[in-house]
Each structure stands twice: as structure tokens, then as C-alpha cells.
């Protein structure tokens, strides 16, 4: 069988005309064009959008035929920020790939097909290979990664970079799925292996890299020059010193927009079409003369409105793009298939027509049953169900059985065309397939319906095809952990206080040299911890880093301060332990659905789940299920699938016959999440209330009687949940939204409502006090860090006022098809701003929003901006929890200074929810103006622009707001006199004191560990791991380990991300493994040299004395008591392996055997 295909040019003709095919039928009949043709197919669309839709149809049709994608840039010509690396090493894989291109197919936007291009020589030319067994030089290497665009980095995350350790190079290849890791054995090629870039964790072995130039210029010191002496031949007015960009490239760096100059870099410039073979195929999918005018249109405005800076002079828009004329030449070149809306003479029409309409109550009571009378009413053609995913597959064909219909499971579309030429005439069975498609059609011949996803559901969003890493980070080591820590960064000793981090030293002692961690007190005295001692020191938060306390080296001040705090911290830790034991004492109910139901409930989920989402789904349904009340915070980024968790928590809880409660901010957010929970939940027997201000009273009343009498389900609304007149039924469920935004007497409420029902909250940034509550373990935590696929961070510029600036964002956005929020928050000047910014942009759509506006009047513009009927919202912070638009991508923040971080992190938030990489602009007056809060509340928000980014947004606004919000403002001052981290510590152990039945003793050093010192050298050497930040952090990480298992992995970490292990880091596991263990057993010090060694114990050692009195009698001329505690040993132990064993042997033999098991 071979479906449909695409006409070619009749012999002495260049075009071919056809109408547009319904759905994803462009791409099956451009895939079966291309299987019948020995040239390439060149698919060109009218913008970025449609490009995408048709690559994902591709790879459902396309099979093994390659499909080339070459992306456009995602930016405005002449803009200050730079393309995203994953798109530029698409571009350039596909710059590499297509003169060699013989066969497949080549999908392009029309904007990416009139950009002028490096030459082909560029990319062939500067492509290097690395195969094992090559000889390589490194510091030779490293010159010529720089000089190929490559950035040095300490650790490789995204395509462009590159990191060396030791023995090994890391590189992130450009056009490559994941990194390699090059191994030296001396300069010799040991090894080329891929690793996760997230993990750092090694993968296959491959035998040969091809190195692609890393950016679409050279960046050379000759092509530096050539470039300045272009530069000055196309703009000889320009003043040198003035030109920020010629300066940068002076400096040796790389200023964003570069792009913008490209011809600058080359003798001449080529065009997508020199890249292709002259018998390439062109598909003009769309009226493509008209979009590629718009774009040179696009390009000419913004031209027009910077062509007179002579800070920043710019080529002209004929000199980056084609023309109108230079590109009718070079499609009449080729022949050439165009659709065509209208009547053209001799167009001709696919033999496909739309999908068949399925009945509107698809959605409604019965799950499946009319599309179970629809495919009986098709039985006598074949049917595909082309659906999104594996999870709705499978809850589709569920729901088909439960009515009598059995589906067929084809593989994939070739399976899909067998399985209907074999069953032709004959009996037939309905298939369904997880093959994602843009929309269904029905073939005539032979005869297939296929219904996508996006008939069967009614609506849907797939995920775009790019990906950004995302590090999950380990809650609990995040604010004790002492990355970045800046030279003079306050951090905390927990036996000497407060005083200035001077970075990593090393010191001789005893003739062996060992890394310290410096640290300067009061009056330059200096004190140098040994990196074994790390688990003492933390990074000091909790106050401003300016004021934080410098203590003074063998004073009373520090533990007087210590002292006092944990006065303190014991009643905190009490009245949280009571909390905690009202939990744990009242038996709350479990709840256990229905699991074949939930299951059904979650493939109607039209993503797949990250992994950080099914984690955080996991947990809460195994806490529902436990007889005591949940008390679970998922932290996660805006946008990153908080709603589905509470979407499932609230299913299981309904459907096994309790109430929930979901608690929110604002009405609109209320509005939005009723909408939600109505849709997902439209195919179950459960009913949803809304509570909100947009409701009339008798709305109210009769919704207020439904959950009194427990016909209501679930319950959506604002604080007016909290209201003494809501009573429930039979509640089991209270899910919070952005608890931070909630007042204290409503918390205090919700703390009451703890202690009785099952709690889930859900927030972007935690408040300080439910991430401390969070970190000592009286709440569960949950993070979301993975950002969904499509997701790419929000690109933040902080900026004064500037109207060509202001013009350029709103460009971007509106000319992309977007809209922008502009945040103005001063209701009495709201409109003026709103009147300036229509006269400034002209194209702008404008309208207002703001909390005292009439309630329907409010709705209505919201609603009316989720609809795009304008495009430009100016707006007060009724957003911060506003409702998702995600053709949204531009926000601008006016006076944004005057905002708290986590208010700042909301609104950038609102954009950023789809595939196009959005930006905030943040609007701040003169430096001068701003306090130094908010500097630096500024620079943190610029700078985790990362996703996943909320969790340390919220350490941060500890350093920067101190802790009065923690427990209150009685606690804030201890916990500026000792750091929040130390706080923090102390109130874990005063919980696990008084959980045991102890009195907490919070002066008790026991926790240390012994101090172990065998005279040997212990560290990280310089040249093993040149970056101190990342030594520091294993330092920390190293000294934190619990037990054996944990140093096992990091040694395992450390091998397969730096090399081999030296002797002294060897030599420092081996030491870390005896303080574990002397630990244990009750040793306070235990040491060796090269003549024997002491052992110091505890008053209580955690071993039987009748051990070591056992191996004193029995080796009387090697040990030795010396005092009531102390233990002496007698041997030549000349080298540090004899003293490691030797020390091995003993603890050992002091915990009953002849040996233990310690990492080696």
C-alpha cells in the first residue's frame, strides 16, 4: 500500500500546484514523496510554529528516511541577546550535514531559508576529529576549543563548552545528543565515553568524535582582526572606543548578538539554497513570498529605529537577508511543489479529506461510550486512534474494552499500513498507537481514519521537540552547602563563630602538606580548618552579609550567642514536636482509590509526567494512604506541574469518598483552577464548586449547603474557604496554592486544620518558615526542579527606562504572534502608563487590569486576554498568581526594585509556558535611587534565570531579607547572631534529643566526630581538580558522607568525573572512612606516625571494654593503657599505607573482630 504522495513537476514544468492537506497528511505524503526520489525534499513553512509541527508529524511518517532539522535563531535581527545553544548546534549539525545530503527530507522556516550563512567552507574547514589512540596535545587543545567558539567552563552542561580535569577533557560537541569524556594516558587518546551532563556520570564507549565548529563565526585571533578591519571598512565613522562590541572582541570576549555582524566575519556570505543539491526539491508549505516579506519588513522597522547609534552601528537587513527579488530567483531555480488555498490552474488535490466529526459528549458522563458507538458506526473501514502518549494508549483501550471493543496495537505507521493491506475485504479491528500527530485526516485509498489526540480530547498542547538539562538539587544540602562561596563571604564555625571565608590553603604539617579551609575573625586572626572538618562550617545566612556579626577568635561572644540561641531553639523544637505529635497521634483516614480508576484519571494527562513529577505524585499518594495526616510542600517552579500533582491528590481523594478543599490567593487564580479541575475531571462522577467573589450570593449559599451536606466533592476558593460558615461533611483533603501569599491569621487557621486533615501545599518559592520546617524533617518536601521538555528559561535583562529598548520587546513579542504583560503597580497612574505605551507602540493592543476594577469587569479582560483579544496587558500585581496565557512570552516589570524576590520570581513566571524562550525585562530607576536590597534582590533574579530555579531563590531571599519571617521575630535575632544554616542544625538535633526522650544539649561536641591524623597527605590536589569551588564542594560533601555506602558513590563519582584517584585523595577517603567508624565507637582521637600512635576515648565508648583489655593482654609490647581513656600503640609504621592499616586493624579489633570494612 502506498497512502498518498506529494505531485512532482511534470516533465517541462517547475511547479507543481496542490490544495493543503488536512491535519498531519502533509507530512505522510511529503515522507512518501521523498522514499520515491533520489534528491532531497527541501519543506519550507510560513514560520518557526508550523516548523515544529510538521518535524513532530515527521517523525511519526518518516520512519528511517533522515529528516534534517534547521531551526531558525528565535531572535529579532539586531538583538542584544544570542541564540540558545541547543538551537545553534542544531543549525550547525545541519550546516555540516546537508552538503553531503543525497536523500530525505529538509524542513526549514522561511526565516532561516533568507538568512545569509557562513560559506560551506567554514563549517567543513573547521571540523576536527578525535579518534582513540590519537595523539593530543591538551593545553594545545584547549587554545584551539577557545578558538573555535568553545567556552572553558569548570563543569559542561550545554552544547558549546568544554571543562578539563586532570587527565580528562569534557566536551559538549556541537550537533551532539549528550557530552564526551576525552581520557588522556599521557597525550595519547585513552578513551572517548558519552556521560549525562546532569549526573556527570559516564555512558557508552564511542571510538570517534567530530568536533564541529562551536559557534557560526570564526572567533580566532586572525578572524578577530578581520572582522575589526571589516568592521571599520563598513562603518568608517565609528569611534573604536565608543563601540562596546569592538572593545569586547578586544578583550578576547564574545558579546551576545553577534549573530547581527556575521557577514562582518567572512569574505562572502552563502544562502541555505548554495548548501543543497541543484535537483533538491522545494515544498512551499504556505504562502512563503508573503512570510519571508514580513520578515524582511520585520527586520527593515527595527533597522529603521537603530541605524542612527553609533555605539552599536548595524548592517542593513539586504545585507543579512534575501530580498524579495534574490529569492524568486532562487526558488525558480528548483522545482517546486506549492499549496495553494485557492484555485490554481492544474492544482491538483490529494486523494485525503478531514477526519469525520466525533460526538461532543466524547467528553461527558461515560468514559469511552460514544467512541465506542462511533467506531461501530465506522466498523467497516479501518480506524486509528493516534494518540499522545503510552499512558492514554493504554487508559483508551481500557475504556474501549469496557465496552465491547478490542483494539489492534500497531508499532509504529509502517505496522499501522501492513496491518490495513492485509485486512483489506476482510474483518476489522480499530487500532490504536502512541503516535503523536498535529491532526487526524481519512485517507480514501485504500480507506483509514486516523483520529489524533487533538480530535479525541477536544484540545491539547503537546511539548515542542527541545529539551534543556535541568540539575535536581538534594533539598537538604542546598543551604549547608558551600558552593560559590565568594573571598570574604561570611560563614559560620560552630565552635568559633562568625568570620570571613578566605578561600582554600595549603599548609605543611608535620612535613605533609594538607588543604585548609581559611577563615578570618576580628583583629586578622586567622583560623585554618582542616577540609575532614567541613561538616563544621557553613555559609552564613539569615542576614545581610554586610552585617553579619565578625566574632573574635578564644572569646566568650560566640558561645554566649550560641548559648542564648539554644535557650531558644529547645522551645521551638518542643512546640513543633507537639504540633507533629497531634499529627502522628490522631489517626487521620487513609485513602486508597480506586486504582484501575486512577489510572484512567492520569493517562488523561496529555504529557508524560517528568521525573520529578511522578516522584512527587508517588510520595503523596503514599502518604494519602497512611492513618496520619499529610503534611507534604511540593516546591516547584512556575509552570512546572504543581496543578497535576494536586489534580491527582485531589482524584484519589474524592474517589474514595472524601472532600478536598483547594485554597488560593486570588479569584482569577480560583477562576482558573475551577476551569482546570472542571476538564480534567469532566469524564467522572464528581462535583466541583467555586467559592469567589465572581460568584452572586444565591450562587454562594447553595454551594455553601452542597458541601455542608457532602454532595460536593471538591471545593475551589479563596480565603472564604476559611470562613466559621463553611462547614464540610466528610473533608479529607486541604490543598494550599502559593501558601506565602496568604496572611498570618489565615495560616494560623491552616495550622489548626494540620494537626487534622490530610495537607498538600504548593509553592513556587517557600516562605522561609515551611522551608525550615521542610529542612528539620516537621514537614515533607517534595521538589519539582525537571523542567517540562519544551520549557526554555526566561532570558532577563535588568534595565533602566528606555523607549527603543521598551519598542524592541514589544516587537519581538508581537511580531512573533505573542502578547506582553506590562506591570505597573500604581493603580492612580496605571492609565497614563497605559496611554504612554500605545503611543510608544503603535501596534499594540492595549488593555488594563487591576485589583479595583469591578469584579466582572476584571474577568471579563482577563478572559479576554486568555483569548488574544488584545495584546497587551498593563497590569498591577493581580498576575503575580494570575492565569497561564502561553502565548504570553514578554513581561516588563516597572520599578521592579521595589519588588521582594519570591513577588519577582512569580511574575517572571507568567511567561515562559511554551516553546518559545520568553523575556523579562526588568525596569529599575538609577543606581543611585535603589537601595542595596534591591541590588541585590535584582542580581539574584537576573542571575538564576536557570528553571528550576525557586528553591535558591528562596535561600537567597534569606541572605538578603534576614529571618524575620522564620518563627517570628523573637527568633530572627538569634538566628542573625548564628547563621540560619547553624539554626537550623542545632533545632534538627534538639528534635531528635527530645523525640528520643533527651534533654537537648546543644553544647554537646560529640557530634564532631573523632579526629583522626595518621601524618599523611590527605586532599584534593591542585592539579587533580584545578577549580576550588568544586574542591570545596567535594570537601563538604566528602566530610557530610553518613556511612561507607555514601563515600563508596562519591569515590565512584569522583573517578568517573576527574580520573584515577591520587594517592591523597585516596589517602582522604581512607581517613574519612576511620573517622566514620572511630566514631561509632566512641573514639575521641585517634592517631598515627610513624613510631605508633594514641587512641583518645570517649567517657561512654560504644564498643565492650572487655575488647580492648582483651588485645591489651594479649599484645602487651604493642598497646599500652596511658590513663583511664587514653590507649598507646608501639610500632614502626613508616609509610601512610602501613599507618591506615594499622589503624583499620584496631577499630577493628575494638569492635570484635580481627578486621573491618572500610573504603579503601
Known amino acids: ?185 599521557d597525550d595519547t587518546v585513552d578513551s572517548i565515553r558519552g556521560f549525562d551532563p546532569e549526573t556527570q556520570r559516564s555512558t557508552d564507549r564511542i571510538e570517534r568524535l567530530e568536533l564541529l565548529p562551536g559557534r557560526e563565526y570564526p572567533l580566532d585571533e586572525q578572524a578577530r582582526k578581520d572582522f575589526r578591519d571589516a568592521f571599520f571598512d563598513r562603518f568608517p565613522e565609528a569611534d573604536p572606543r565608543r563601540v562596546e562590541l569592538l572593545v569586547d572582541l578586544k578583550d578576547g570576549l564574545t558579546p551576545a548578538g553577534l549573530e547581527s555582524w556575521l557577514p562582518l566575519f567572512f569574505d562572502s556570505t552563502e544562502t541555505l539554497f548554495d548548501y543543497l543539491p541543484d535537483d533538491t526539491l522545494l515544498v512551499l508549505a504556505g504562502d512563503i513570498p508573503t512570510a519571508a516579506a ?102 483508551l483501550a481500557e475504556q474501549l474494552r469496557e465496552h465491547g471493543i478490542d483494539c489492534d496495537a500497531p508499532a509504529d505507521w509502517a505496522d499501522v499500513v501492513a496491518r490495513v493491506s492485509q485486512a483489506e475485504g476482510g474483518a476489522r479491528r480499530p487500532m490504536i498507537a502512541p503516535l503523536p500527530l498535529s491532526g487526524g485526516f481519512t485517507l480514501h485509498s485504500p480507506a483509514l481514519v486516523v483520529l489524533s489526540d487533538a480530535e479525541l480530547a477536544g484540545e491539547r498542547a503537546r511539548p515542542g521537540q527541545r529539551r534543556r538539562g535541568s540539575t535536581t538539587r538534594d533539598p537538604e544540602t542546598i543551604l549547608r552547602d558551600l558552593t560559590d562561596l565568594a573571598i570574604g563571604a561570611p560563614v559560620v564555625h560552630e565552635d568559633h563563630g562568625v568570620g570571613r571565608y578566605q578561600g582554600l590553603v595549603t599548609l605543611e604539617a608535620g612535613g605533609m602538606p594538607n588543604e585548609y579551609l581559611a577563615i578570618e575573625y576580628a583583629g586578622g586572626d586567622k583560623l585554618y580548618v582542616p577540609v575532614a572538618s567541613l561538616h563544621l562550617v557553613s555559609r552564613y545566612t539569615g542576614g545581610s552579609s554586610e552585617t553579619a556579626p565578625l566574632h573574635t577568635l578564644g572569646s566568650e561572644q560566640w558561645s554566649k550567642a550560641k548559648r542564648k540561641a539554644a535557650e531558644k531553639i529547645r522551645d521551638v523544637a518542643a512546640e513543633l514536636l507537639e504540633i507533629q505529635a497531634r499529627r502522628a497521634a490522631r489517626s487521620g483516614e487513609p485513602v486508597q482509590p480506586d486504582r484501575t ?16 513529577q511522578a516522584v512527587a505524585i508517588n510520595a503523596v499518594l503514599n502518604d494519602l494512604a497512611q492513618p496520619r495526616p499529610m503534611d507534604r510542600v511540593i516546591c516547584g517552579d512556575v509552570g512546572f506541574g504543581k496543578t497535576e500533582v494536586a489534580l491527582r491528590a485531589a482524584f484519589a481523594t474524592a474517589i474514595a469518598g472524601k472532600q478536598v478543599a483547594l485554597l488560593v490567593p486570588t479569584t482569577l487564580l480560583a477562576e482558573q483552577h475551577y476551569r482546570n479541575f472542571r476538564d480534567r475531571f469532566a469524564d467522572w462522577p464528581v462535583k466541583i464548586e467555586l467559592l469567589s467573589r465572581f460568584r452572586s450570593a444565591k450562587e454562594v449559599n447553595a454551594a455553601l449547603k452542597s458541601v455542608a451536606e457532602g454532595k460536593t466533592d471538591i471545593v475551589i476558593g479563596t480565603h472564604r474557604l476559611l470562613s466559621p460558615d463553611v462547614k464540610f461533611d466528610r473533608l479529607g483533603l486541604v490543598i494550599v496554592d502559593e501558601e506565602q501569599r496568604f496572611g498570618v491569621r489565615q495560616k494560623e487557621r491552616l495550622k489548626a486544620l494540620r494537626a487534622e486533615v490530610h495537607l498538600l501545599t504548593l509553592t513556587a518559592t517557600p516562605i522561609p518558615r515551611t522551608l525550615n520546617m521542610a529542612m528539620t524533617g516537621l514537614r515533607d518536601l517534595s521538589i519539582i526542579a525537571t523542567p517540562p521538555k519544551a520549557r526554555v528559561a526566561v532570558q532577563t535583562l535588568v534595565t533602566q527606562w528606555d523607549p527603543a529598548l521598551i519598542r524592541e520587546a514589544f516587537a519581538r513579542e508581537l511580531g512573533r504572534g505573542g502578547q506582553v504583560y506590562f506591570l505597573h503597580n500604581d493603580v492612580s497612574t496605571i492609565e497614563k502608563q497605559a496611554r504612554e505605551l500605545a503611543e510608544l507602540v503603535p501596534e499594540a493592543r492595549v488593555q488594563i487590569a487591576h485589583g479595583q476594577m469591578p469584579e466582572r469587569e476584571l474577568e471579563r479582560v482577563m478572559a479576554d486576554f486568555y483569548r488574544q483579544r488584545f495584546n497587551t496587558l498593563v497590569a498591577s500585581t493581580i498576575i503575580e498568581s494570575g492565569i497561564d496565557v502561553p502565548t504570553a512570552n514578554t513581561i516588563l516589570i516597572n520599578r521592579a526594585d521595589t519588588f521582594g524576590l519570591s513577588q519577582l520570581h512569580q511574575l517572571r513566571g507568567r511567561v515562559g509556558r511554551s516553546h518559545h524562550r520568553a523575556f523579562a525585562y526588568l525596569l529599575v530607576p538609577e543606581r543611585k535611587a535603589m537601595t542595596a536590597d534591591a541590588e541585590k534582590r535584582l542580581e539574584a533574579i537576573a542571575s538564576l534565570e536557570e528553571l528550576g530555579a525557586g528553591f535558591m531563590l528562596a535561600t537567597h531571599d534569606l541572605e538578603i531579607r534576614g529571618a524575620g519571617e522564620l518563627l517570628g521575630e523573637e527568633q530572627s535575632g538569634q538566628i542573625e547572631a548564628i547563621g540560619f544554616s547553624l539554626y537550623t542544625e542545632l533545632l534538627e538535633r534538639a528534635v531528635r534529643a527530645i523525640r528520643s526522650g533527651k534533654v537537648p544539649d546543644l553544647d554537646d561536641t560529640s557530634h564532631h566526630g573523632a579526629e583522626v591524623e595518621l601524618h599523611l597527605p590527605a586532599l584534593i590536589p591542585d592539579d587533580y581538580l584545578p577549580d576550588v569551588h568544586t574542591r570545596l564542594m567535594l570537601y563538604k560533601r566528602i566530610a557530610t558522607c553518613a556511612d561507607n555506602d555514601a563515600l563508596r558513590a562519591m569515590q565512584v563519582e569522583m573517578i568517573d568525573r576527574f580520573g584515577l584517584l591520587p594517592d591523597q585523595v585516596r589517602n582522604l577517603f581512607a581517613v574519612t572512612a576511620l573517622k566514620l567508624r572511630a566514631t561509632i565507637l566512641g573514639v575521641r582521637k585517634l592517631e598515627f606516625g610513624e613510631n605508633g600512635g594514641r587512641v583518645i576515648f570517649n567517657p561512654q565508648p560504644g564498643f565492650d571494654p572487655l575488647n580492648l583489655i582483651r588485645m591489651v593482654q594479649a599484645e602487651p609490647k604493642t598497646y599500652a593503657f596511658d590513663g583511664q581513656d587514653k590507649l598507646r600503640i608501639k610500632a614502626a609504621l613508616p609509610a601512610p599505607a602501613q599507618r591506615i592499616a594499622a589503624a583499620r586493624v584496631l577499630l577493628g579489633r575494638l569492635h570484635g573482630g580481627d578486621a573491618v570494612d572500610l573504603v579503601s
Not at 314 to 328: H, N
Open 1 to 185: 500500500m502506498s497512502p498518498i504522495s506529494l505531485p512532482t513537476p511534470k516533465a517541462g514544468q517547475q511547479v507543481a500546484w496542490v490544495a493543503p492537506p488536512p491535519g498531519a497528511a502533509l507530512a505522510l505524503a511529503l515522507a512518501e514523496a521523498a522514499r520515491s526520489l533520489s534528491a532531497p525534499v527541501l519543506a519550507i513553512t510560513a514560520d518557526t510554529p508550523a516548523a515544529h509541527a510538521l518535524e513532530a508529524d515527521l517523525a511519526v511518517f518518516a520512519g528511517d528516511l533522515p529528516v534534517t532539522q534547521f531551526p531558525d535563531w528565535e531572535i529579532l535581527p539586531y538583538d542584544l541577546f544570542a541564540p540558545h545553544p541547543d538551537i545553534v548546534s542544531r543549525r550547525i549539525a545541519a550546516m555540516n550535514a546537508l552538503p553531503r545530503l543525497r536523500h530525505g527530507i529538509v524542513v526549514v522556516p522561511v526565516s532561516t531559508l533568507i538568512q545569509r550563512l557562513p560559506p560551506r567552507r567554514y563549517v567543513h574547514g573547521r571540523t576536527l576529529q578525535v579518534q582513540t589512540g590519537d595523539r593530543l596535545d591538551l593545553a594545545a587543545e584547549q587554545e584551539r576549543l577557545v578558538h573555535a567558539g568553545y567556552r572553558h567552563v569548570p563543569q559542561v552542561t550545554e552544547p558549546g563548552e568544554f571543562a578539563v580535569r586532570g587527565a580528562l577533557l569534557d566536551i559538549f560537541a556541537m550537533g551532539q545528543a549528550t557530552p564526551v569524556r576525552i581520557e588522556l594516558f
Open 294 to 395: 514580513r520578515v524582511v519588513h520585520q527586520a527593515q522597522v527595527r533597522y529603521d529605529n537603530r541605524a542612527h547609534d553609533l555605539v552599536r552601528p548595524i548592517l542593513r537587513p539586504d545585507e543579512l537577508l534575501l530580498g524579495e527579488e534574490a529569492l524568486r530567483q532562487q526558488l525558480n531555480r528548483h522545482a517546486r511543489v506549492e499549496l495553494a488555498a485557492e484555485d490554481r490552474p492544474h492544482r491538483s488535490t490529494l486523494a485525503v479529506s478531514t477526519a469525520p466529526p466525533l460526538p461532543a459528549a466524547t467528553r461527558g458522563e461515560a468514559p469511552g461510550g460514544p467512541l465506542a458507538s462511533f467506531l461501530r458506526s465506522h466498523a467497516d473501514q479501518p480506524v486509528l486512534l493516534a494518540v499522545d502518549s503510552t499512558g492514554r494508549k493504554e487508559a
Open 597 to 612: 480508576m486512577y489510572e484512567q484519571f492520569a493517562a488523561g494527562f496529555p504529557f508524560e509526567p517528568t521525573p520529578d
